[in-house]
């Protein structure tokens, strides 16, 4: 026997299987490129948990953080083009990537409630591909943390748990474009979410309670004030290591790079050497449920997580 529920706009069956997820898939320019590994754990956990990823035919940039900053509309334009090609899988977007959920949050929230803003895109038509602009303020765009945890479930990860992650204490790093604006983007609470704080301590780790966890990293700021950056991260890590974290988990590949990457800047600004790991919440997640070390491109990083994460799941590699 199934069942049939609608939750969020999305169609979940149950049945004696277990769970059918589909979604139209964005991933994002980073995921095949300075977020590789992001990529690989996403997919390898997906895999896992039997959901169904079908990329969106032809997607192109979301504009990230920086074009919303140079033009109100090119970046909302690149949106209902996404948005538009996803309409047609008759399917709700599913992305990991916080910039790009960030912006096909904004773009669909303007295209529902900004008249002036819908007029301009209906006169682009070959953005919207046959489709009416007045859908796309529709499209349900979803975060792959708000899938597991409201969706999927936590209790149903928890209990296909392989490898726990039991004596691993965790900070879990949100920052600033999941939460923020909290009337566009609705994800949790914006000044203290807890969505991947429940997810990683259902896979048996410990989170920690610390200052930063949606504090802003610099962002693309790297690029042009790399001092400012180092300051942020520095800040960000000492907070993470003093409430006794051993690595920070992040969902973002900008936040991930800046807190990684940009360890050496920050080593050198404040005098100290932090050497602090920074994971993907689906690179934990795989590795507790099952996947190797080379699924999730856990030897990928700048800052190497195996030595903290093998004595707990006894990885090598």
Not at 9 to 24: H, Q, R
Not at 109 to 138: F, M, T, W, Y
Not at 233 to 249: E, F, M, N, P, T
């Amino acid at each position: 026997m199934s069942t049939h529920m609608k939750h969020n706009t999305v169609e979940v069956t149950n049945t004696m299987s277990g769970i059918n997820l589909k979604f139209a898939y964005y991933p994002g320019c980073s995921l095949s490129g300075t977020a590789v590994e992001y990529g690989m754990s996403t997919k390898a956990l997906c895999n896992l948990l039997e959901i169904e990823l079908e990329e969106i035919p032809d997607w192109i940039c979301c504009g990230a953080t920086p074009a919303h900053a140079i033009r109100t509309l090119f970046p909302i334009a690149l949106g209902a083009r996404n948005l538009a090609l996803a309409a047609k899988l008759k399917m709700p977007i599913l992305t990991v990537c916080a910039a790009c959920f960030n912006r096909l949050k904004f773009a669909a929230h303007e295209l529902k409630h900004n008249s002036a803003v819908r007029e301009k895109i209906s006169q682009l038509p070959e953005l919207l591909d046959g489709c009416k602009v007045e859908q796309l303020g529709d499209i349900n765009v979803l975060h792959l943390l708000s899938v597991l945890h409201d969706i999927y479930g936590v209790e149903r990860i928890k209990g296909m748990v392989k490898h726990s992650l039991s004596g691993l204490k965790v900070a879990c790093y949100y920052g600033c474009l999941l939460v923020r604006p909290p009337k566009v983007m609705q994800f949790d609470d914006p000044e203290n979410p807890q969505l991947m704080d429940r997810l990683i301590e259902a896979i048996g780790a410990e989170t920690v309670d610390w200052a930063y966890k949606v504090e802003c990293c610099g962002a693309s700021l790297a690029l042009s004030r790399s001092e400012l950056v180092a300051e942020r991260v520095h800040l960000i890590l000492s907070d993470a290591k003093a409430r006794g974290a051993q690595v920070i988990c992040v969902a973002c590949p900008l936040c991930h790079v800046n807190l990684d990457v940009y360890q050496v800047d920050a080593d050198a600004k404040a005098g100290q050497k932090h050497d602090m790991p920074i994971v993907y919440f689906t690179q934990l997640i795989a590795l507790a449920l099952g996947a190797s070390v080379g699924e999730v491109g856990l030897n990928k990083h700048m800052i190497n997580p195996i030595p903290v994460l093998s004595a707990v799941l006894k990885v090598t590699g």
